[in-house]
């Protein structure tokens, strides 16, 4: 339980700091496109190098199905609901609003983050330590981005850093929650079925809402940071093998 709780914890720091930074003023747009192309690698990285073989290792069907059904799930969520419509930064996020139904998006986009720490920790500490390393580089970003589009829809900054602690406390939540109901045995398709919704999320966080955003411009800073990524995942696996 303690690795679950300290790495969501720290998620949700980090979100919230990102938060912090937004209403100090944020950061620079080329500081943000950076962490955008390096949270995008992670996060790529992990899915494909980590989560989603070990997911078809334990189910091939359980995995895939729920890879498949979670991606299309979180297609509506976001089509409906226009959360994460916009990369780690704002500027060309002025037509979106942030109603009741887009905080209830990213909360539950939250607390997805949270259980895909906590369900890889129940797999193992190896990749439960990956799996979180490419969630908190995302969280920061998360934060910057929740911040500035209240900022620039009118919310008070009482209200902006509140809404900011409240969404970041969902990470925290779902990595302690999905590690204690999962069990010490959880039955394999229940474990490859969290590991697949796992992977559907960062997949879909990275190639629908953070990589595109980095073709507006051809800035060789962004290859290089995403490879850095990937890099920085590949070494995790290898320091840190499948138990």
Same mark, same amino acid.
């Given at each position: ?93 002025? @037509?979106?609003?942030? +109603?009741?139904? =887009? ?5 539950? %986009?939250? &607390?997805? #983050? $949270?259980? !895909? ?6 797999? @193992?500490?190896?990749? +439960?330590?990956? =799996? ?5 580089? %995302?969280? &920061?970003? #998360? $934060?910057? !981005? ?98």
């Amino acid at each position: 339980m303690l690795l679950p709780f300290l790495y969501g914890l720290i998620a949700c720091i980090g979100s919230v700091g990102g938060s912090i930074i937004a209403l100090k003023g944020g950061a620079n747009e080329s500081f943000l496109k950076k962490l955008t192309a390096l949270s995008g690698g992670m996060l790529i990285s992990a899915a494909f190098l980590r989560i989603l073989p070990e997911s078809f290792h334990l189910h091939r069907t359980a995995g895939a199905l729920s890879l498949l059904l979670f991606f299309l799930f979180l297609f509506s969520l976001e089509d409906f609901m226009m959360i994460h419509s916009c990369p780690e930064y704002s500027e060309h996020c002025l @037509s979106h609003t942030m +109603g009741s139904l =887009a905080f209830l998006g990213l909360s539950i %986009h939250s &607390l997805v #983050d $949270g259980i !895909a720490v906590g369900s890889t920790f129940r797999f @193992s500490p190896s990749l +439960g330590l990956t =799996a979180s390393f490419a969630v908190i580089f %995302h969280k &920061l970003g #998360d $934060g910057l !981005a929740l911040s500035s589009l209240l900022l620039i829809a009118g919310e008070t900054r009482k209200k902006t850093i509140l809404s900011s602690i409240a969404i970041a406390i969902a990470t925290l939540l779902g990595a302690v929650l999905s590690y204690s109901l999962i069990g010490s045995s959880p039955p394999p398709i229940l474990l490859s079925s969290l590991l697949g919704i796992s992977g559907a999320s960062f997949i879909y966080v990275s190639t629908s809402d953070l990589l595109p955003e980095l073709h507006r411009e051809r800035e060789l800073s962004h290859l290089i940071f995403l490879l850095l990524g990937f890099l920085f995942i590949l070494f995790l696996s290898t320091v840190f093998p499948s138990d």
